[in-house]
Every structure is written in structure tokens, then in C-alpha cells.
């Protein structure tokens, strides 16, 4: 049983910053069995992947991200964050960290097994 909770939202002004939590639960493993990704998916769009992070390496999308994503992960507590910078409306979206039984870094929606309840990200002009 894998278990994702993420914490962190809120409302956010242009060019702010933001770090978006996500405590993984479960049985046994640990970040070492899976891949993590932090998912976005705004009203009318499709779930993207801004941000991954599988303990070897990581990725943000070139598009959303903008080297502004940045996953990383804490080890020791079991928590992956989504570091997010000099943001901008379109980050408005609630945002979902995922883990893939595949540790290969993805990101790709299909590849993931386990999805959090999300936290909401709100722009404010």
C-alpha cells in the first residue's frame, strides 16, 4: 500500500515562489523503489509533468517548468518537494506528486502508479 499526501498550496503573486510537500507512505519501501513526479493539471488541459526526481537524477519539462521546477527529495523523511520559482499565472492548477514502480525518470502520466489527492496552486494578480 502506497500512500501520497501533498501540502504546500495556495495563492501565489507573479514572480513568487512556492514549495509544495509531499510525505510518501508505505510498507517497507522508500523513494529507492520508485520514480517521483510532480503532476499539474489545469482546468480543461491535460495532467503534465513539471518536475521528477528518481534518487539518481532529475528532470523538469522545458515548457511549464522552465528550469523554475525543481523535485528534490528529503530521505529521511519520506518527503519529495516541488521547489517552484518566478511563477506566473499559468501555474494556476492543482498540482499531484506521483510514483512509478519504474524507476526510470519520466515525465509521463502513464508511467505512474500512485497519485496523491493534490494541493491547490492559485495565481493572484
Known amino acids: 500500500q502506497v500512500q501520497l499526501v501533498e501540502s504546500g498550496g495556495g495563492s501565489v503573486q507573479a514572480g513568487g515562489s512556492l514549495r509544495l510537500s509531499c510525505v510518501l507512505s508505505?510498507?517497507?519501501?522508500?523513494?529507492?523503489?520508485?520514480?517521483m513526479c510532480w503532476f499539474r493539471q489545469a482546468t480543461g488541459g491535460e495532467r503534465e509533468g513539471v518536475a521528477a526526481?528518481?534518487?539518481?537524477?532529475?528532470?523538469s519539462d522545458a515548457d511549464s517548468g522552465e528550469g523554475r521546477f525543481t523535485a528534490s527529495l528529503d530521505e529521511a523523511k519520506n518527503i519529495l518537494y516541488l521547489q517552484m520559482n518566478s511563477l506566473k499565472p499559468d501555474a494556476t492548477a492543482p498540482y499531484y506528486c506521483a510514483a512509478s514502480r519504474s524507476v526510470f525518470l519520466s515525465l509521463r502520466p502513464d508511467v505512474y502508479d500512485y497519485w496523491g489527492q493534490g494541493t491547490q496552486v492559485t495565481f493572484s494578480s
Open positions: 526526481n528518481n534518487r539518481v537524477g532529475r528532470t
Open positions: 508505505t510498507s517497507g519501501s522508500t523513494f529507492s523503489k520508485f520514480c
